[in-house]
């Protein structure tokens, strides 16, 4: 074989080996992603994705970013830095701030996920010359089986070109509920390499393949605010207004800095008047913006049924690969690692039900409900 001939080999070998963009976060999830997908044959460019962070939290984005850089040096790949800070703080922090002024406590991170990594770093990577774009989420898309036709009195199998979410092998890191929001079209572009695995085993392959990460801690809370309480990030935003805590009956038991501050099933951040030493934990199980009054109770059974719900519509809804059947039994939850519980799925014209089969309490509007079937995430809404 002649050099020429060789190199023209080889060239069209390189242009035939799949890019994929990888988000590295400076964890070590995402680290661990990008050294199988390079194990793998793939030509992997770690890319760095530059979020929102407010001016008045501590700034932890530049270690995070320098860590991933790290990565991509252990690994001798490309590192680039998308920024989407202006993107980010429009589609995630700005909508979060309104969903929590209409008294909603939104999921920021499942619209970071449906916007902001497989929506702009997405479309930003097709751009520019990749094939997949992947992340260390903790979940799995698989394609599904080829099926049978006939054509013409003759059988053909063919290839089923959609994609099932489904949970990941370590049902303790299952991400799947902030990701209910995606398509067809964007799971035929992302990989999530380390969804087969569990935590442990992605901690020993860190350790194995040297990377710098290996023993990195977990990251806390969102991304943007790590552990900095919720209410005191609002408070930026939203100017605290004292209002009063009600129990049940009505009457006044005590006040709180803004009933747009809480969620429903929360237990702390409002006092409560001459609470004796052994009652037990108070919850807000009803809040009133218009009033800025929450209303509170023990949860005892006989008030539990006062503040239970059967039934609640969906708003922004998508199913990933097919539509609940009607009358079929469903599993949900309606807070990520909430335990499953059973759930109706009723469609009527543009108008989503979910109908619980056993009457629940903190079913809290603006959070995602996420729908399953054995262990395919079919997708979900808005609780409204």
């Known amino acids: 074989m002649s050099v020429r001939k060789k190199l023209e080999d080889d060239s069209l070998k390189l242009k035939a080996k799949p890019k994929v963009f990888v988000g590295l976060s400076g964890g070590v999830d995402s680290s661990v992603a990008a050294a199988l997908l390079k194990k793998a044959g793939y030509e992997v460019t770690g890319i760095f994705i530059k979020a929102w962070h407010p001016s008045f939290l501590p700034c932890d984005w530049i270690e995070d970013r320098r860590d991933a850089m790290r990565v991509c040096a252990a690994l001798d790949i490309p590192f680039l830095t998308f920024d989407l800070e202006k993107e980010y703080k429009k589609e995630v922090v700005d909508y979060m701030i309104a969903e929590y002024k209409k008294g909603r406590t939104p999921n920021p991170d499942v619209m970071c996920n449906k916007e902001i990594k497989f929506g702009h770093f997405l479309k930003k990577a097709l751009s520019m010359g990749a094939d997949f774009v992947a992340t260390g989420h903790y979940a799995r898309i698989v394609q599904r089986a080829p099926y049978n036709v006939n054509m013409h009195g003759t059988t053909k199998k063919l290839q089923d070109t959609r994609y099932t979410l489904q949970v990941s092998c370590d ?116 809040k009133n913006i218009n009033k800025n009054t929450i209303t509170v109770s023990d949860l005892n059974p006989e008030s539990a049924k006062e503040s239970q719900i059967s039934e609640f519509k969906l708003s922004d809804v998508n199913w990933i690969n097919e539509t609940p059947k009607k009358g079929k039994i469903y599993k949900a939850r309606g807070r990520y690692r909430q335990k499953l519980f059973n759930v109706k799925i009723e469609i009527s014209g543009k108008m989503t039900k979910a109908k619980l089969l056993k009457p629940m309490t903190g079913i809290t509007p603006g959070q995602s409900l996420v729908v399953y079937d054995g262990k395919t995430c079919l997708g979900g809404g808005i609780i409204n």
Request: proline fraction near 4%.
């Open 171 to 286: 049902s303790e890191k299952d991400q799947t509920y902030f990701l209910w929001a995606l398509n067809q079209r964007q799971l035929s572009k992302i990989l999530f390499p380390i969804g087969k695995y569990e935590k442990r085993n992605v901690r020993k392959l860190a350790e194995k393949l040297g990377l710098p990460t290996a023993h990195k801690k977990d990251s806390q809370g969102l991304c943007f605010l790590g552990k900095v309480d919720m209410k005191e990030f609002l408070a930026h935003y939203i100017k605290p207004k004292e209002g009063k805590v009600l129990a049940l009956s009505g009457k006044v038991v005590g006040a709180h800095p803004g009933a747009v501050f809480f969620t429903i099933g929360e237990r702390h951040g409002f006092e409560i008047d001459n609470k004796k030493t052994n009652s037990r934990p108070l919850y807000v199980v009803a």
